[in-house]
């Protein structure tokens, strides 16, 4: 087929119910960049150098990395939909057509009631200084990759987003299509989620499995709406408020160690005189 997809006998209308016809060579390579050569570039060659970097260093190498992993996702993405237009394969395929399927509505209630909460945990976390300093620990791992200023926060934000964009594209709308070709579609998110979780190895094997849970449910709410948009949005929210969060924490561990260091370079009270 030209379109590049054949419907599964007997799925449920408007679930995410197409499978992939047989791959170009040009989308095996995509597919070993995603499954294989990314990963390997982050574990190895992303973050690692960032955690072994002088402290002085680390602002510069968080600016690159924000930086290049725009660029990447960007071109990968590109090089996702220059498949798709070089095929003629319809786009509905890729998860990029909305769809009004009834988990559309079940995912957006679900959507704004998780915000509310979200919004109301983010309250009480800023305002209690032992809850920072959890959530401190628990980004301990990252520290170095959060941002701290105000140029890093906006670059992190585009980082954000693009991942919410383009990581979806790839890793739900992409390569859950190319997976197709060769096995059902159960196992085909599995299988996605794994090589998703594998990306983000730097975060060590919690991080990874932590991830993986993710990648299988934006696949679940992908099933669900049958296209990317709600994903993509949750997605990018998630990564936002990760960032956002991260820098509040450890902004307020920097000031409480500058408070601490400038009561002790206070002088001491002369000692007052005794009583005649």
Request: proline share 6%; with cysteine; aromatic share 10%.
């Amino acid at each position: 087929m030209r379109a590049g997809v054949a419907a599964h006998r007997g799925a449920p209308a408007g679930r995410l119910v197409y499978r992939a016809a047989v791959p170009t060579p040009l989308d095996h390579l995509l597919a070993i960049l995603l499954a294989v050569l990314f990963p390997i570039r982050t574990a190895l060659f992303g973050y690692r150098r960032l955690a072994a970097a002088d402290p002085g260093d680390v602002p510069r190498l968080r600016m690159w990395l924000y930086r290049q992993g725009i660029a990447i996702q960007w071109v990968l993405a590109a090089m996702a939909v220059g498949l798709w237009i070089w095929r003629g394969r319809p786009w509905f395929a890729l998860g990029l057509v909305p769809r009004a399927t009834p988990g559309v509505l079940g995912v957006a209630l679900g959507l704004l009631i998780g915000v509310g909460f979200v919004l109301a945990q983010r309250r009480k976390i800023l305002a209690d200084n032992e809850a920072l300093e959890r959530l401190r620990g628990k980004m301990r791992h990252i520290e170095r990759l959060m941002p701290r200023t105000d140029q890093e926060s906006r670059w992190f934000a585009g980082l954000s987003l693009t991942a919410g964009l383009c990581e979806e594209l790839l890793y739900r709308g992409y390569l859950i299509w190319y997976l197709t070709s060769v096995m059902a579609l159960l196992p085909a998110v599995v299988v996605a989620s794994v090589v998703f979780g594998a990306g983000h190895s730097y975060q060590g094997p919690k991080g990874v499995a932590v991830t993986t849970m993710v990648g299988l449910f934006m696949s679940g709410v992908y099933v669900l709406t049958g296209s990317l948009f709600a994903s993509m949005l949750i997605h990018a929210l998630m990564d936002l408020y990760a960032g956002h969060m991260a820098r509040a924490a450890f902004d307020r561990e920097a000031e409480m160690v500058a408070t601490v260091a400038t009561d002790e370079a206070l002088p001491l009270d002369a000692e007052a005189p005794p009583a005649p």
